[in-house]
């Protein structure tokens, strides 16, 4: 098994050690990793960490999910826009 | 056709942190069918996160271990608890699908969340919870060389810092609201937890202040400076990540959803570590905070107990009582200062998902009040992070759960609504 993943990020190639959860992989392609917009438009990025917030939640391969508790997989589509 | 599976066991267990792992392995031997279900990626819990960045200790893979020995012990990890849509039935979902559970007894052992206190700037990307940080950085979250201020309080403000450090990150401050008389007091009365004593020792870190306060963190995009009180005086230090947890909430939503009486924040629990609903245990952080020796002793209590060994449960009293005055020492001595609460000015969020401003809160008389008229706790984490601070900030009580307890797929709710099924 490798020990590193490759996933695609909002359309871009981002690679990461093999078990990295999504949230952790977010922080790779941009700045301190935004995952969603807030209802008044401010960037938010994951916070708890563990389940909690919600703050990390994405689509995930069509669908949504909390990046703090997914793994990345091989080929994973992460959209962080919509 | 719903599209739900169904499926029995005798002893199901709700969480895979050290109390629950402990449940499980002490219910097995009797042959009973277990099993466990976690929401997260492995099981070890908060304390025991496994990841890229994470180095377990050896404990906590002789727990898993014991788990993966037992046949009769059944794992699933990423799995949430929906709902309870039957007696002795629970509606669970995963990445794959939603599964309705029939148990004969169930024990939860659904830990807690870390309380997170708004203050101006805490919206910010790069502001995450101290076990928050833990949490990310286990799970591979790059931190090399980065600038970290850790502030709020408790001993995992310690346990957070040496995991940065570890990490690669370069710890600027680590700020803890009790004031030093406290912190001084709870580190002499490990000498009656001698492995506590040890690990604080291993933990003392040089950036440590007491009676310390995160006022604010400024930032456009992210994060870019926090603002300190340390003492009687104010400091501002640029940095690029603040994580701030303000001791831990118990999980008691599965609990409060089954009806389950609580006592302060916490499940109610007797010495069998039976709550006050027949069939139903509760052990570790969900009845109150006290680490990971205090879960598994009660996780291994409410294991036998489950099965119907009480006499072998009752051999675990002792120790239980031990860890159980620990944790008396950590809420005592790391008990919240009133002044806290004055953190956020009338421009601060409190509700992050509907981003609900203290000013719009102030005027509200409950949390009802806040929930209908300024949307506060109506988003998806479900007052999960805002019901705790709107608790300490003004006192409410916290949000009643409903049914789903988290955000779901619609094919999942299909599950609540089987033919044939009379019930709720």
Redesign the interface.
């Known amino acids: 098994m490798s020990d590193q993943t490759q996933l695609h990020i909002d359309g871009q190639l981002v690679r990461v050690k093999a078990g990295s959860s999504v949230a952790a992989a977010l922080r790779v392609v941009d700045g301190k990793g935004a995952a969603r917009t807030s209802v008044t438009g401010q960037p938010r990025a994951p916070f708890c960490g563990m389940g909690v917030c919600q703050e990390c939640r994405v689509q995930i391969d069509g669908r949504r999910r909390l990046a703090c508790q997914t793994v990345c997989a091989e080929g994973m589509r992460v959209e962080t826009t919509a | 056709m719903s599209g739900v599976a169904f499926d029995t066991c005798d002893v199901l267990v709700v969480g895979a942190g050290p109390a629950g792992m402990a449940a499980a392995v002490a219910a097995a031997p009797s042959g009973a069918s277990v099993v466990v279900i976690d929401?997260?990626?492995a099981p070890g819990g908060?304390i025991w996160r496994?990841?890229?960045?994470a180095s377990l200790p050896p404990v906590a893979r002789q727990w898993r271990e014991a788990l993966a020995r037992h046949a009769n012990i059944r794992v699933r990890s990423?799995t949430r608890v929906v709902a309870a849509p039957a007696s002795h039935e629970l509606l669970l979902e995963d990445?794959d699908g939603a599964m309705r559970m029939r148990w004969t007894k169930l024990i939860l052992c659904t830990g807690a969340?870390?309380l997170?206190l708004p203050f101006p700037g805490w919206?910010?990307?790069?502001?995450?919870?101290a076990?928050?940080?833990?949490?990310?950085i286990k799970?591979?979250?790059?931190v090399e060389g980065e600038r970290i201020v850790i502030a709020g309080s408790g001993p995992l403000l310690l346990a957070a810092a040496a995991t940065a450090i570890a990490a690669g990150a370069q710890v600027l401050r680590i700020a803890e609201q009790a004031s030093f008389a406290s912190v001084a007091a709870f580190g002499a009365s490990l000498v009656r937890w001698p492995g506590k004593a040890l690990q604080a020792l291993t933990l003392a870190d040089a950036r440590y202040r007491t009676a310390s306060r995160v006022l604010s963190a400024q930032g456009t995009?992210?994060?870019e400076s926090v603002r300190l009180r340390q003492g009687d005086r104010e400091v501002e230090m640029a940095c690029?990540?603040i994580a701030c947890g303000f001791g831990l909430t118990p999980n008691t939503q599965l609990g409060q959803l089954l009806g389950c009486a609580l006592a302060g924040q916490a499940i109610t629990v007797d010495a069998l570590q039976a709550t006050s609903v027949a069939g139903i245990y509760a052990a570790g952080e969900c009845t109150g905070f006290g680490g990971s020796e205090r879960a598994l002793v009660q996780g291994t209590i409410a294991g036998h107990a489950a099965v119907g060994e009480v006499a072998k449960a009752r051999t675990h009293d002792r120790e239980r009582a031990r860890w159980n005055a620990f944790a008396a020492q950590l809420h005592r001595r790391f008990a919240l200062a009133d002044d806290l609460s004055a953190l956020p000015r009338p421009d601060t969020l409190v509700c992050?998902?509907?981003?609900v401003p203290f000013s719009a809160l102030s005027a509200c008389t409950g949390w009802t009040d806040a929930k209908l008229h300024r949307r506060c706790g109506m988003?998806?984490?479900q007052g999960?992070?805002c019901g705790d601070a709107a608790q300490f900030l003004f006192g409410w009580t916290p949000p009643a759960p409903r049914p789903p307890l988290v955000?779901v797929?619609i094919e999942t709710l299909a599950g609540l609504a089987t033919p044939g099924d009379a019930r709720q």
């Open positions: 929401d997260n990626p908060q496994d990841g890229p960045g990423g990445a969340r870390e997170l919206t910010l990307p790069g502001v995450t919870g076990g928050g940080l833990q949490a990310l799970a591979g979250l790059p995009a992210q994060v690029d990540r992050r998902c509907e981003d988003g998806a984490c999960r992070v955000p797929r």
